[in-house]
């Protein structure tokens, strides 16, 4: 499995981004999909995550009401749809796929200017 992210940027604080997730490969061996997220000097944290069966779906308490995770079938793709985004949420957001052994993307960065 193979995952590419895109969608970042620079962004004010109360503006809005969407992250893309694709995967290819191997998808049928996915079970959850997640955008994970790191700061500098702080440790890599789960911001995100959805299941590929019935798309349950969970996320971190600092972004519940502000980040929606979805995902599209057709496409192979995770979006992170993230709302009034705070300069506390700058980091490179990682895409996350549950496989064995687990598979990463290369990361992008968001930054959100005060």
């Known amino acids: 499995v193979q995952l590419v992210e895109s969608g970042g940027g620079v962004v004010q604080a109360g503006g809005s981004l969407t992250l893309a997730c694709a995967a290819s490969g191997s998808t049928n061996e996915i079970n959850t999909m997640s955008w994970y997220r790191q700061a500098p000097g702080k440790q890599r944290e789960s911001v995100a995550s959805i299941t590929t069966g019935d798309g349950s779906t969970a996320y971190k308490d600092a972004v519940k009401g502000r980040f929606t995770i979805s995902r599209d079938f057709t496409k192979k793709t995770v979006h992170l749809q993230m709302n009034s985004l705070k300069p506390e949420d700058t980091a490179t957001y990682y895409c996350?796929?549950?496989?064995?052994?687990?598979?990463w993307g290369q990361g992008i960065q968001v930054t959100v200017s005060s």
């Open positions: 996350y796929a549950d496989t064995s052994p687990s598979t």
